[in-house]
C-alpha cells in the first residue's frame, strides 16, 4: 500500500562550503533554492526530524573553527547554534581526545521525542535529550566500549569517524552504530553495551581474517518496516544480515566484476526489504574513489542481493569523474520513489522513478558531502 | 583589556572586530567573551583546552601558546584566524 505522499519535498544538501535547501513543488520536477545557509562552513550532515516535520539540525564546522550544530524550528528559516555541542569530557591526558567534526545526525526513536543521536570525528557518540540543545557523551560508548577498540580505530590521518546510527523502529533502545574504521556494533540497552557484529565481512587490511572488529563499513542500514533486516556497503564489498544471524552475506558478489562492489552510500526502499540501490566507485589499485571507468551508474536489487540491474539513463556516456558519499544518496516516500544523489564534483541527480532514468537538476554547487530528502511541515 | 577578534567570529560578536573584556589570563579573558557570546570559546579552544590548529594568539603582539599566560590591565589580546587549503 502506497505511503501518504507529501505535497512536496525538499532536499537538504550539506556540502563542503555551506548548506543549501532545494524546494519542490508537487510534480518533484521544479526546485527552487535556498542558500546558502553559512557559506564557508563545512556541513557534513543536514537532517530533519521526521517526528515533527519542521525542526532541522545541522552538523558545521568552518576552516577556522571547532565544530558545532546548528538547529532550525522553522524548516530552515532561522538557526541557533547548540548551547553545548557533542564534545567529550574534559581529560588530564595530554592526548585527550577532542571532537573535530561532527559527522552524522539521527533523530532517535519515535517515542522519544526531542531525543537525538551523534556521531563525531574522531569516533564518538553522543545524545541529546533537547531536540539537539545540549549533548552529553554516550558513555557506554566513548568509555565503556572504546578504549577496548582504539587500537583498531585511530591512527587514520583523517580521522575516524562514527556513522550509520540505526534505531530499531521496534526497540527504542537497540541501536547499530557503524565505525568507519572499526566496524559494526549492536547495542541492546540504549547504549550502555557494545557488541561487534562482522561476521563473514570482509577487512583485506587487518592482519587476521577472523578479527571481530577493525573492518570498515561505509555505510549501514536497517529497514523500516523489517528492522532484521541489515544491509552494509563496506570498503570491501556489499553484505546483508537477517537477523536474529550474525553472519554477514557478500551479496555485492553478484554486481559486475568489471563495476566491483566498492562504494560509499546504499539506499533501501522504504516499502521493500528486498529492493536496495548502491553507486560503485573504483576501489582498484590505487582507490581512485571515482566512477569505475567514468560511466557513472546506480545499481539496484530487487531481490535482496541476488541479482543488480544498472541503471545509468540519463548519466554522462564517458568522462565524469565524480562518485556519491556515504550520506549524499537518498529517497522519498513516494510511489513511485524518488531517489536523489549529490556528487563530489557538486551536481545533484534525481529520479523520479526508481532509479529508470535520471536528470541533473542543479550543478555548480560545493563537493556534496550529504543529501536527504525531507518532507517539510 | 582590548581584544581583537576575526572575521570568523564576528557572527557572535554582530560584527564587531573589536571588544572589552578583562581577566588575569588569556583563559579568564576567554570565559569572559564566552558569557557574552555564548559559543565563542569552543570555536576556537576544544574541550581538551587546547587551541585550535587554525587559530593563533597574540599578547602585546607576542605569540600566546598557553592559555595560562598572564594578562595586565592595559594588555591587547589579538585573535587571528589563519586558514590553509582551499
Redesign the interface.
Known amino acids: 500500500m502506497p505511503v501518504t505522499v507529501a505535497s512536496t519535498w525538499s532536499l537538504l544538501i550539506g556540502t563542503r562550503k555551506g548548506a543549501f535547501l532545494y524546494r519542490g513543488d508537487t510534480t518533484r520536477s521544479n526546485w527552487s533554492v535556498e542558500g546558502p545557509h553559512f557559506l564557508g562552513s563545512v556541513v557534513n550532515h543536514l537532517v530533519l526530524d521526521a517526528r515533527d516535520g519542521r525542526t532541522l539540525l545541522m552538523a558545521a564546522k568552518?576552516?577556522?573553527?571547532?565544530p558545532?550544530v546548528f538547529r532550525s524550528l522553522d524548516a530552515g528559516r532561522t538557526w541557533v547554534?547548540?548551547?553545548r555541542?557533542p564534545?567529550?569530557?574534559?581529560?588530564s591526558d595530554p592526548d585527550?581526545?577532542?571532537?573535530d567534526s561532527v559527522f552524522w545526525l539521527a533523530p532517535a526513536h519515535a517515542s522519544q521525542p526531542d531525543v537525538w543521536y551523534a556521531g563525531t570525528v574522531p569516533v564518538g557518540l553522543f545524545r541529546s535529550t533537547d531536540g539537539g540543545v545540549t549533548w552529553d557523551e554516550v558513555t557506554g560508548f566513548n568509555g565503556g566500549l572504546f578504549p577496548s577498540i582504539k587500537h583498531r580505530v585511530e591512527n587514520i590521518p583523517d580521522g575516524s569517524l562514527l556513522h550509520s546510527i540505526c534505531i530499531d523502529p521496534q526497540d527504542a533502545r537497540h541501536i547499530y552504530i557503524g565505525l568507519s574504521t572499526g566496524g559494526v556494533f549492536e547495542s541492546g540497552d540504549a547504549g550502555a553495551s557494545w557488541q561487534p557484529l562482522n561476521r563473514g565481512v570482509e577487512a583485506n587490511f587487518l592482519p587476521r581474517d577472523d578479527a571481530e572488529f577493525g573492518h570498515d563499513p561505509h555505510t549501514l542500514t536497517l529497514h523500516p518496516l523489517r528492522p532484521s533486516r541489515l544491509y552494509q556497503q563496506n570498503h570491501c564489498g556489499i553484505y546483508r544480515l537477517d537477523r536474529p544471524g550474525v553472519e554477514w552475506r557478500r551479496i555485492g558478489r553478484a554486481m559486475p566484476k568489471e563495476v566491483g562492489d566498492i562504494g560509499f552510500p546504499l539506499v533501501m526502499h522504504p516499502r521493500d526489504p528486498d529492493c536496495v540501490w548502491v553507486f560503485p566507485m573504483d576501489g582498484t589499485e590505487v582507490w581512485p574513489r571515482v566512477s569505475p571507468g567514468g560511466k557513472p551508474a546506480a545499481y539496484r536489487t530487487l531481490d535482496a542481493g541476488e541479482t543488480w540491474q544498472r541503471q545509468d539513463r540519463g548519466f554522462p556516456r564517458e568522462q565524469a569523474w565524480w562518485t556519491v558519499k556515504r550520506q549524499a544518496f537518498c529517497a522519498d516516500a513516494c510511489d513511485p520513489l524518488g531517489l536523489y544523489f549529490g556528487t563530489t564534483s557538486g551536481e545533484v541527480w534525481a529520479s523520479l522513478d526508481e532509479g529508470e532514468s535520471w536528470s541533473c537538476i542543479a550543478a555548480h554547487l560545493p563537493h556534496i558531502y550529504s543529501v536527504s530528502a525531507a518532507a517539510l511541515a | 583589556m582590548r581584544v581583537l577578534l576575526p572575521s570568523p567570529l564576528f557572527s557572535y560578536t554582530s560584527g564587531q572586530r573589536e571588544v572589552e573584556a578583562h581577566g588575569a589570563c588569556v583563559a579568564d579573558v576567554l570565559h569572559a567573551l564566552d558569557a557574552r557570546y555564548p559559543g565563542l570559546r569552543h570555536r576556537i579552544v576544544d574541550e581538551q583546552d587546547r587551541i585550535r590548529p587554525h587559530i593563533r594568539f597574540f599578547v602585546n603582539g607576542e605569540a600566546v601558546t598557553t592559555l595560562g599566560r598572564a594578562l595586565a590591565e592595559g594588555d591587547e589580546l589579538i585573535i587571528v584566524a589563519a586558514l590553509s587549503g582551499g
Open positions: 568552518t576552516g577556522h573553527l571547532g558545532t547554534e547548540a548551547k555541542p564534545m567529550f569530557k574534559k581529560a585527550a581526545r577532542a571532537v
